[in-house]
């Protein structure tokens, strides 16, 4: 799903004051004093870590439940010690000649509205040096493992030239990165600690359901460690990332959260918390959690090779609707219909455009979107079965894939030329396509196939989205390079009972399947 409002999809980071180098008296973030934790409390923590036992309040004997709880103070005192506050520090060029605020102040704007010297988009003649300036954002994160690896956002650590990490009990420590992810937006940190470090470990998200009570804690506007809980309000969001996939929840969630744990009531973690929609920069209720197995398995890749490593398939593929499967005489409606099969794995184990992929390394595939992150999680160099309908055959192919990574597509160009003539069918005219056209059109010179000159606004074409400049490579899955061609062609559908025929298009370079509706009338040439 796309957000309701993409301009107010925020990040939950903070920035602090912006400090110039040397300045003195820089304004200080508050400083948790965070002695409410019981000292048996935190001598468990201990245990667990020396044990290399992860926090939870399964860990800590008490029933998995998903009741509504009287109190979440017990699960919030186990797993708070395994929860951190990130720092981190970067240089920037700032102008000088007056006081520093953080972006979108209203001193900021208002300095800026009454043209204080130096203040950027000051009147004219105001003097606009500028001189390096130290810059402190906040961030959350929460610790994976005894020997310190700690997990957060990307964005929360991107570009900073220092990171600390704040422990509940105070402890700082200096981070170093060991991997980022900015496609789902996760960092993997590591801090050295002389003593093992209390952890929490990862849940499984597939299995939170909506309603089920969690609980959020992070550093929020800087104000140090701090808990909400709330309920998981959807699942499977989509905000604009390819392998996004995140829980929604209506757990308080501000700037400087990002990167903090979202927990089930066992004490596992179930999300990282991310972004917020808001029309204000506060929270109103509707926080995003990227999901734990879709981080968890980020995570594994970063620590084994400091870089993800995702499975490349190499095709371009869109969701099959009911309209393209009737003209396929398929019986399923779900699946991920191949467009385009450049030079790549697919192409090598013999995958074709138009075959509908159906199953992936032994589990169905519902969407485009359900294939593509199976693909993203399966190892690259690994060897997958992939299941097909072509022409209403069940086909299985294995498949190597590569690495998405390093991966360089390449165009497929066809064979050429034919001599032009126009006809008008289905609401829209073609004509043949020719080399000069296909210059125009951004096509290759030697591309073949029928090219839309004009559409019918009330026709069937016209509907289904089609405009002039369209070029049409396969109709039902068969190559059309003349009117005959594609006359051929939409008999044979009519013949067949079918009330629709499937095309191929191409529009700026992209493919793109149609089901266009068949018409009483027959095509004129």
Do not use: C
């Not at 073609?430 to 290759?444: H, S």
Request: proline share 7%; no cysteine.
């Amino acid at each position: 799903m796309k957000p309701l409002f993409p301009r107010h999809i925020l990040t939950a980071s903070a920035l602090a004051l912006v400090v110039g180098l040397g300045q003195a008296g820089a304004q200080q973030v508050v400083d948790p004093a965070n002695d409410d934790l019981p000292p048996e409390v935190s001598q468990q923590a201990q245990d667990a870590a020396d044990a290399n036992q992860p926090l939870g309040m399964e860990a800590n004997g008490a029933p998995p439940s998903q009741v509504m709880p009287g109190s979440f103070a017990d699960l919030a005192e186990q797993v708070s010690p395994a929860v951190v506050n990130i720092t981190t520090t970067s240089v920037v060029s700032q102008p000088t000649g007056g006081p520093s605020f953080p972006e979108g102040s209203p001193f900021s704007d208002l300095f800026r509205e009454f043209g204080f010297p130096g203040m950027p988009g000051g009147p004219e003649g105001m003097p606009q040096q500028r001189r390096p300036q130290r810059s402190n954002a906040l961030g959350s994160g929460f610790v994976i493992s005894a020997d310190g690896f700690i997990v957060t956002n990307n964005h929360v650590i991107d570009g900073a030239d220092q990171i600390e990490v704040e422990f509940y009990s105070g402890q700082r420590l200096p981070a170093t990165v060991v991997g980022t992810d900015p496609n789902t937006d996760v960092a993997l940190l590591k801090v050295e600690s002389d003593e093992a470090i209390p952890f929490v470990r990862f849940g499984d998200s597939d299995s939170a359901r909506v309603g089920d009570w969690v609980l959020a804690l992070g550093n929020p506007l800087g104000q140090g460690f701090s808990a909400s809980s709330g309920i998981v309000s959807a699942r499977n969001r989509e905000l604009s990332g390819t392998y996004d996939d995140y829980l929604q929840t209506d757990a308080a969630i501000n700037r400087g959260n990002s990167g903090g744990p979202l927990f089930n009531l066992q004490g596992e973690v179930i999300g990282v918390n991310t972004a917020i929609l808001s029309p204000n920069g506060g929270s109103i209720g509707i926080g995003f959690s990227m999901a734990s197995n879709v981080v968890s398995q980020v995570v594994a890749q970063l620590q084994e090779f400091g870089e993800t490593r995702r499975g490349w398939l190499g095709v371009m593929i869109q969701d099959v609707t009911p309209e393209m499967a009737e003209a396929m005489g398929l019986d399923v409606t779900g699946g991920a219909m191949i467009t385009d099969v450049p030079e790549g794995p697919a192409r090598d184990a013999g995958l074709l455009t138009g075959d509908v992929i159906t199953a992936f390394a032994g589990t169905e595939v519902a969407d485009t979107r359900a294939l593509v992150r199976r693909v993203a999680e399966a190892p690259a160099g690994e060897t997958a079965q992939i299941v097909v309908m072509r022409e209403g055959d069940e086909l299985t192919l294995d498949v190597t894939l590569g690495r998405r990574e390093t991966a360089q597509g390449g165009g497929t160009p066809e064979t050429p030329d034919d001599e032009p003539s126009e006809s008008d069918v289905l609401g829209m005219s073609v004509t043949v396509l020719t080399p000069d056209m296909a210059t125009e059109l951004g096509a290759p010179r030697d591309a073949r196939g029928l090219v839309i000159t004009g559409v019918d606004p009330e026709g069937p074409a016209a509907e289904k989205g089609l405009a002039a400049g369209d070029i049409i490579t396969d109709v039902n899955q068969q190559t059309v390079a003349t009117l005959s061609d594609l006359t051929d062609r939409i008999e044979e559908a009519r013949e067949a009972g079918r009330r629709s025929v499937l095309m191929l298009i191409r529009r700026g370079g992209e493919p793109l399947f149609v089901a266009l509706p068949l018409t009483d009338e027959a095509p004129a040439e």
